[in-house]
């Protein structure tokens, strides 16, 4: 197969596309497709996601407090999404 995505695409990649030998069109170009010589339109290269790492290689320090208790759970829910902000940036 020829393709000008050879600098892009390599064997087995999985790539997202459209199949116009089968492709159901209802409009004026169907003879126009037909008579094309393209077989397939490809849209995006599929790149599957890796999972996350759960462990940080890294740890927030913390000042003493001062004042009231408070609720734990929502401290640790805060610096919990604290934390994925950061990796995401």
Partial sequence: ?????GHVLHPGDYVLGYDLRSINLACADDEALEKSCLEVVL?????EKKPKKKKRSWALRRLAKTGGGGNKDREDQDLEDFQQEIEED
């Fill in 1 to 5: 197969v020829r393709s000008h995505l």
């Fill in 43 to 47: 849209v995006r290269k599929h790149v």
